[in-house]
């Protein structure tokens, strides 16, 4: 359910749409439901509109950082060069990583994460970069899968935590896509974390004991 208390922005008024994302994990920033949409000099443009026909306060911490998808579908150019950059992950063994080139806010979103779709065909074959698309009810519609980098973006660099205190992003579905959604402040030269779930975490051998 949506939160029942004041979004803390000032404005003393909470969303009206339990599917918005600033409801989850938290209520910090607010949104009024206007009939126009985004304004530029409140929030970068996302290629897919994370809040559909909605105006953020003038207050509101929230940035909304896009994954480009102009670049010759080529991954690792469409990382925005002045928010964060590519370079071998902090994590042992785990390949590249995405860093911060500057301080990213708590609440910042990023997406949508890119990658070919395709149905939810058991005989088909998912790579270590595939999330999962249920339907209403919870069942698998589909899966994005972004093994290659040529069809996909920078999104799939980022890597899994060892450890709960190690995340600093969290995911979440909207509109049939993946978001990631900075749960702090990330300093500068820190490696962002996202959390794969239970399945994923016991293929690298992490402890899910932590992670919620």
Known sequence: SCCSSGCGCGCGSCCDSCCDPCC????????????????????????????????????????????????????????????????????????????????????????????????????????????????????IKYYVDAIDPNKSNWLRYINCPNTLRQQNLISFIYHNYIFYLAIRNIPVGEELLVYYGHSYAKKLGIDTTQFP
């Open 24 to 139: 989850d994990p938290c209520c910090t920033p607010c949104c009024v439901r206007k009939k126009t949409t985004v304004t530029k000099t409140v929030c970068y443009r996302p290629v897919v509109k994370i809040v559909k026909k909605t105006v953020c306060c003038k207050t509101c911490p929230r940035v909304i950082y896009p994954a480009l998808t102009n670049v010759n579908f080529y991954a690792a150019a469409t990382a925005p060069a002045d928010i964060v950059y590519i370079s071998q992950s902090s994590l042992p063994n785990a390949g590249l990583g995405v860093f911060a080139r500057r301080v990213i806010a708590r609440l910042s979103f990023f997406g949508p994460y890119d990658g070919h779709r395709y149905g939810a065909n058991p005989l088909q074959k998912t790579s270590i970069y595939s999330w999962q698309i249920p339907d209403q009810t919870g069942q």
